[in-house]
């Protein structure tokens, strides 16, 4: 079954413990994209990556920290979390075309609490 | 830059009766539209999208989209609600005036849709 993995589902942490949450999917997709999702913002994103050792900002990217060392996984990397980063994460990937017309595929999300 | 707007927050319908999500969207160039709807506790999930074509754009479980370009906008129809359309949905759009990198997906805030039996 074509997915997006995401793991944990559900994360409290306290202030400065460094966590990271990992993404994998499994159709051979080379983008790859974190978001956010808070009440009445939607979903903005983080960070993206549109291919192995390519990643970009995406809007809010600070506090934040990716990699993509292979294709099939994108972590997610809080090197000190704080409360503000408290948020519904989701990881989402999509084919690479020149003209970006395809749809994304996203994880189940990880809920993430900073105490 | 580009940016879309859904301007209401939540939406209540009857079941049976037809229902409509509003999107707008602002872009520099030609857009490429989504729609995504969310479940309760799930990730998001693709619905439609407009690229090029006819204006009305037809996606899964009987969901409908028309782009209007003078009004710049992407409206989510159903002709006729069900209880289990009762979600999360959020449009999203893409400038094609970007180049590269910049021509990234940007999400509305969400409508939450609530069909009521």
């Known amino acids: 079954e074509a997915q997006v993995t995401q793991n944990p589902r559900y994360l409290i942490t306290v202030t400065g413990k460094k966590l990271t949450v990992t993404c994998s999917q499994n159709m051979n997709h080379e983008y790859m994209s974190w978001y956010r999702q808070d009440p009445g913002l939607g979903l903005r994103q983080i960070y993206y990556?549109?291919?192995?050792?390519?990643?970009d900002k995406g809007d809010v990217p600070e506090g934040y920290k990716v990699s993509r060392k292979e294709k099939r996984n994108f972590p997610l990397i809080l090197e000190s979390p704080s409360p503000n980063q408290t948020s519904l994460y989701f990881c989402?990937?999509?084919?690479?075309?020149?003209?970006?017309?395809?749809?994304?595929?996203f994880g189940q999300g990880t809920r993430l609490t900073v105490v | 830059a580009q940016s879309v707007a859904q301007p209401e927050d939540q939406v209540n319908v009857a079941e049976g009766n037809p229902l409509t999500v509003k999107c707008t969207y602002s872009v520099s160039g030609n857009p490429y539209l989504f729609w995504y709807v969310q479940y309760p506790n799930r990730g998001l999930q693709f619905l439609l999208k407009?690229?090029?074509?006819?204006?009305l754009v037809k996606g899964s479980y009987g969901f409908e989209a028309e782009f209007n370009k003078s009004q710049t906008s992407f409206h989510l129809k159903k002709p006729s609600a069900l209880v289990s359309d009762s979600a999360l949905y959020f449009c999203?759009?893409?400038?094609?005036?970007?180049?590269?990198?910049?021509?990234?997906?940007?999400f509305g805030s969400g409508t939450q849709l609530t069909v009521l039996p």
């Open positions: 989402a990937s999509s084919l690479r075309d020149t003209t970006m017309n395809t749809e994304a595929f």
């Open positions: 407009y690229i090029t074509g006819d204006n």
């Open positions: 999203a759009v893409r400038d094609l005036s970007l180049s590269g990198s910049a021509r990234q997906l940007t």
């Open positions: 990556s549109m291919n192995v050792e390519v990643t």
